[in-house]
Structures are given as structure tokens and as C-alpha cells.
């Protein structure tokens, strides 16, 4: 199963918020650690998406 940008954004505001609970301190540091996991995937996929955007399809020749 793949997951896009925003999967991962949202996963991310969502431990941020569970990071910011201060009722349970470890489990409130796991959740800041996916939180980060989370953020970097979703740039990475955002990174992803970018590159695959800027190459052409078709390898056009150049007239000199």
C-alpha cells in the first residue's frame, strides 16, 4: 500500500498533537519521534513527486 503527501502530513499533525499531551511523557516523546518520521517522509515524497514532474517523458534531442 502506498501513501501520498498529504497521508503523511496529516499523520505528522497528528503526533505533533500527541506530542504536545503532557498527561503521559513517554508516550508524549514516541509521538514527537513519528512525528519527525512522519514530516521527512512526507517531504520525501513531495521531493518525489518534484523530480518526477521536472523530467520529460521523452528524451527530446537538441538541434545544434
Known amino acids: 500500500m502506498t501513501h501520498d503527501t ?3 502530513r496529516r499523520r505528522a499533525a497528528e ?3 500527541a506530542a504536545c ?3 503521559e511523557p513517554e508516550r508524549a516523546e ?3 519521534e513519528l512525528a519527525l518520521a512522519y514530516a521527512a517522509l512526507a517531504r520525501r515524497r513531495a521531493a518525489e513527486i518534484a523530480s518526477a514532474e521536472e523530467l520529460p517523458a521523452i528524451k527530446l534531442d537538441t538541434i545544434a
Open 30 to 32: 514516541i509521538a514527537g
Open 21 to 23: 499531551s503532557k498527561d
Open 6 to 8: 498529504e497521508y503523511f
Open 15 to 17: 503526533a505533533r498533537a
